[in-house]
């Protein structure tokens, strides 16, 4: 049974006009439960804005019941996505800076909207989560338990953060770096760009714990198709990784070193006592290694998640590994090409480094390159890991004799 709807503060209202926030409900073909999470909410605020998306129920009937709110209708139906899109540019034109979302099935109840005020008023502007126990919870679908694991494992491979329950509808979300979003997806994947993206853009990410009710299999109502939005949640994260490994992850270690810091952050990164010597030369020959073996490319994409596998150092090992950036590379060619003659034996070719670095004369000599790639790879990580060593020991009995 769902607990009874409390009785409010009377200051609650003004709270929420306060800080700016609205309540979004995006709806499709939800009339057995829209009328009571309307209802419940109200109770609150009158800040509400419902997107009815496209529902061929009585669900416009039943909008009509309440004057007090917002109502954006179209149609056909376009997806969740669409939906919570249109919502966003709705709000910002009633210029509200956050937007609390709830889901229209009565999952989620209005009981827990003053956590999120809590949050944002202590902690300041973020993206703010409804965390769900998911194994305290009754009637928890296998497909939602296993989407819970699933969706927090990539948000963590892509921003770095741990979120307890990135699946979540029950949010808070700052509006502002929104607006300066231009928006893909259009269904259920569109709750995991957004949050993705808000993370990179810097935007703090918090949780609060909700209640969450699941009704029994054969009452509950649902518009998520597996397979379908499975696979189209599972192309997104794909494009996501990429993003991140090969231009997220790069620019946010790069803006580090732009700072008027940065020789106090590299110094940082190289003497940070709480990593040995040999792991931060290990990071260093690694992204050595990884920078000249013939994935261009790919070379982040491969190190990173192996740096942490191998528990390197993940910034020193960015750091060696742009020994491939443009200016280096046709030095890097020449020197593979030197450098695999010895394995081609009477195959193999001279190469000039002023007339003959081509694309064209690459792809016709290419074995001899792939040879030499890794040749120089290894040989170049073995000199970059006694180099590094040594001057660490050298720092370090320094810094003792001081």
């Known amino acids: 049974m769902k607990p009874d709807i409390p009785i409010i503060p009377a200051d609650i209202s003004e709270r929420f006009s306060a800080l700016g926030v609205c309540v979004m409900i995006p709806t499709y073909n939800n009339a057995s439960s829209i009328e009571q999470v309307i209802a419940s909410v109200l109770q609150y605020t009158s800040q509400v804005i419902v997107i009815n998306d496209g529902s061929t129920d009585t669900t416009p009937q039943i909008l009509e019941k309440f004057p007090q709110i917002t109502v954006v209708s179209y149609s056909p139906n376009k997806g969740k996505g669409m939906a919570l899109r249109t919502g966003f540019k709705k709000a910002l ?18 009981k827990d909207l003053p ?44 921003t770095g953060i741990d979120c307890p329950d990135t699946q979540t509808g029950y949010r808070l979300y700052p509006l502002e770096p929104i607006s300066r979003m231009r928006l893909f997806t259009r269904k259920y ?57 090969l231009y997220i992850k790069p620019r946010d270690f790069f803006r580090r070193f732009t700072k008027k810091n940065w020789k106090q952050e590299l110094k940082r990164l190289l003497l940070n ?23 261009w490319g790919f070379q982040l994409l491969v190190g990173i998640p192996l740096a942490h596998w191998m528990r390197l150092n993940k910034a020193l090992f960015i750091l060696a590994a742009n020994i491939s ?35 064209k004369y690459i792809g016709q000599n290419l074995e001899q390159y792939l040879y030499g790639s890794v040749t120089l790879a290894i040989a170049a990580a073995i000199l970059f890991w006694l180099a590094t060593f040594l001057v660490l020991k050298i720092a370090a009995g320094q810094k003792e004799r001081r």
């Open 273 to 295: 006592p709480g990593e040995s010597t040999i792991t931060k030369a290990n990071s260093m020959a690694f992204g050595i290694f990884m920078g000249i073996v013939p994935i």
């Open 189 to 245: 994947e569109l709750e995991i760009e957004v949050i993705v993206r808000l993370a990179w853009a810097g935007v703090p990410v918090t949780s609060v714990p909700i209640t969450v009710y699941y009704p029994p299999k054969e009452e509950r109502i649902t518009h998520f198709r597996p397979f379908k939005d499975f696979s189209r949640i599972s192309v997104l994260n794909t494009v996501l990784v990429l993003i991140a490994f």
């Open 93 to 110: 034109e009633q210029e509200y800076r956050y937007a609390i979302t709830i889901d229209s099935d009565g999952q989620h109840f209005a």
């Open 325 to 359: 950036i443009p200016p280096m590379i046709p030095l890097i060619v020449f020197l593979s090409y030197k450098m695999g003659k010895p394995w081609m034996g009477s195959r193999a070719v001279d190469i000039s480094f002023s007339k003959q670095l081509t694309l």
């Open 115 to 158: 956590l999120f005020l809590d949050r944002l008023e202590t902690s300041g502007p973020a993206l703010i989560m409804g965390s769900r126990n998911m194994a305290a919870t009754d009637n928890v679908p296998g497909k939602s338990s296993f989407g819970h694991k699933f969706s927090n494992f990539w948000f963590k491979v892509e």
